[in-house]
Nanobody, 125 residues
């Protein structure tokens, strides 16, 4: 069965950092673009970041630009999302998902087929 597994979430203070991991099981993430999304209680799911395997191009939501970075480790079949300078507004369940390997990735959820179970990120003092 194709599966994505997120990990690395937790409770951090404002200004802190976390590194989230997205590991592919049953398929090779080298063949997909990967996106990160988040959903806070009472709010709709929003795109956070994405990475194209073809070009290395990445994109970020305006709210996280300059604070988050995305990277891929092909040997470990893993995509990471580094969260820096975290704010309470970043509190949400974070999900990774796969898309077709377009040259430019998209932070829109449209087209993303396989999704992980999510990992909780809580930013609070």
């Amino acid at each position: 069965q194709l599966q994505l597994v997120e990990s690395g979430g937790g409770l951090v203070q404002p200004g802190g950092s976390l590194r989230l991991s997205c590991v592919g099981s049953g398929f090779n993430l080298d063949f997909y673009n990967v996106g990160w999304f988040r959903q806070a209680p009472g709010k709709e799911r929003e795109g956070v970041s994405c990475l194209s395997l073809t070009s290395g191009q990445s994109d970020f939501a305006d709210s996280v630009k300059g604070r988050f970075t995305i990277s891929r480790d092909n040997a470990k079949n893993t995509v990471y999302l580094q969260l820096n300078s975290l704010e309470p507004e970043d509190t949400a369940v974070y999900y990774c998902a796969t898309d077709s390997p377009y040259y430019y990735c998209s932070i829109s959820p449209t087209g993303y087929k396989y999704w992980g179970q999510g990992t909780q990120v809580t930013v609070s003092s």
